[in-house]
């Protein structure tokens, strides 16, 4: 059960591959852009020491938090250019499992951004690509199975909202985190027991 104590998302690492389960090349580097958003309305808030840049640092103990609850989350840009992204693996992060990551949406573009950090990200015309949810496990610092979307288009930039966070006995939860995210390239078919979209 998600436990109703926290405002804030967070996220301590990403990365995108070049091959799937985790395999391959690295796509995404240290210097490369990352912007903290938060879909709708611009509710993004982001701790000093807690900034989207820890996503592509080398650590898993740094993350990213976000006070945006709900539809917070961020825009990244891939300076090795584009590439097809058909799953991810999110690892939960050190605090409670109350702000845990339940449902989930990706969105490609290769339209330059031009969102403010903390923005709404809706500068860009955005393609979705995959939505739907996500079962975190309980123990902190765990990944959690992989999600497989249906998509084969290359895109240099992608968006990754969290559409809604856990809420324990009809609380509110405003906030929701995360220690790690990989977004894998699609290079082979998902099995036939994955729910995607």
Same mark, same amino acid.
């Given at each position: 059960m998600k436990? #109703? =104590?926290h405002n804030s998302t967070q996220i301590a690492k990403a990365q995108f591959w070049d091959g799937s389960s985790g395999q391959g090349s690295p796509i995404l580097w240290p210097n490369d852009p990352v912007l903290a958003i938060h879909q =709708? &309305? #611009?509710e993004s808030g982001v701790p000093g020491l807690c900034g989207p840049e820890d996503l592509l640092? =080398? &650590?898993s103990f740094t993350k990213y938090l976000n006070f945006g609850r709900k539809n917070s989350g961020f825009d990244i840009t891939a300076s090795s250019g584009p590439s097809a992204a058909g799953s991810f693996i999110l +690892? +939960? =992060?050190n605090d409670v499992n109350g702000?845990? #990551?339940v449902s989930w949406e990706i969105v490609g573009t290769n339209v330059e951004i031009f969102n403010e950090n903390n923005g709404t990200g809706h500068n860009? &015309?955005?393609s979705l690509l995959g939505s739907g949810m996500v079962e975190t496990p309980f123990e902190r610092f765990t990944a959690a199975p992989e999600v497989f979307f249906d998509n !084969?288009? &290359?895109? !240099?930039?992608?968006k990754f909202l969290v559409t809604s966070v856990g809420s324990p006995l009809g609380v509110n939860i405003d906030s929701t985190q995360y220690s790690k995210f990989q977004l894998l390239i699609s290079d082979t078919v998902p099995p036939s027991d994955q729910n995607y979209n």
């Open positions: 436990v #109703p =104590a =709708a &309305s #611009p640092d =080398a &650590s +690892t +939960t =992060a702000q845990d #990551p860009e &015309s955005w !084969t288009v &290359s895109y !240099t930039f992608y």
